[in-house]
């Protein structure tokens, strides 16, 4: 198979969850489904003999597209998106090699009925802190980068979420909300079966700066003194949140990348300076 047109396991594992990470489209048959119902995170299942009526949502776009095994409804799915101006790659082995190498995958029952447009839609309260914009982040960047966030007056939400047929988080008495000691934004790392070693370590964070136990983890003060400025910065949630999306990349890549990474002034050069 040509190194070109294939990306391995390893390499988009290293792509997820950044925000310039490429589309994934989930085209394994109705059966291979059937027999697990999984999704690789931030993927959307889309029929593969319907690839000429939705091809054109990907034009100019990076691709991955996965079947059961990297096979012949990859290679043509991706083969018709290059065509139509994607740049489309195939995952090497797909679902299955996922699956095998223990990467995250997200029960397709959990995530909410898409409306029209293939976008799932979530209400919350106005004026978010914390966990109302740590949940959309990790929704956008490793459930459905497409989702819709409406802030509503707290009394709202639940008729808001009726009538629009958006999903209800981080309010009382629904499922996506806090349990015991663990926040809205633990309880989605553990229902869309998310959790990595990053996001666990960035979801104590999210905890203890959304809690008030400042003292769970170092970083959770920094995390709560940002988050408390976005407030004040912006009238506007939704500008908020976009601001906010940019912080928590930045912590997730630090949760991932940078953890043992120190900093400090170079105190040889200070002494060299008195001299």
């Known amino acids: 198979m040509s190194s070109n047109i294939e990306i391995t396991v390893s390499q988009l594992g290293r792509l997820l969850g950044l925000p310039d990470g490429p589309a994934l489209v989930d085209v394994r048959d109705d059966e291979d489904f059937a027999a697990d119902p999984r999704l690789l995170p931030a993927s959307v299942r889309l029929g593969h003999a319907a690839v000429p009526s939705w091809a054109a949502a ?4 990076r691709v ?3 079947c059961q095994r990297g096979l012949k409804l990859s290679e043509g799915v991706a083969a018709w998106l290059r065509h139509q101006g994607s740049e489309a790659e195939i995952l090497a082995g797909g679902f299955e090699a996922w699956r095998d ?9 959990q995530v909410p009925q898409r409306d029209a447009a293939g976008r799932t839609i979530w209400v919350t309260r106005t004026r978010p802190k914390v966990d109302r914009i740590a949940c959309p982040w990790l929704i956008r960047r490793f459930v459905d980068p497409a989702a819709v966030f409406l802030f509503v007056s707290p009394s709202e939400v639940e008729g808001v979420a009726e009538r629009f047929g958006a999903t209800p988080f981080d309010v009382e008495g629904v499922f996506w909300s ?3 000691a663990l926040c809205s934004f633990d309880v989605m790392v553990e229902e869309f079966g998310l959790s990595t070693p990053a996001l666990d370590r960035l979801a104590l964070i ?8 400042l003292d769970q983890s170092p970083q959770a003060a920094g995390l709560l003194a940002a988050s408390l400025g976005l407030s004040r ?6 500008e908020q949140l976009n601001a906010g999306m940019l912080l928590y990349d ?7 990348d940078a953890t043992e990474e120190t900093h400090n002034w170079p105190a040889g050069r200070i002494r060299a300076q008195g001299r």
């Open 101 to 109: 190498a223990g990467l995250p995958l997200i029960p397709a029952a």
């Open 233 to 238: 910065m912006f009238r506007d949630d939704l």
């Open 64 to 66: 991955v597209v996965s």
């Open 250 to 256: 930045a912590f997730y890549r630090w949760c991932r």
């Open 178 to 180: 806090h349990r015991g």
């Open 58 to 61: 990907y034009v100019g776009r």
């Open 206 to 213: 999210v905890r203890a700066a959304d809690t008030a136990t």
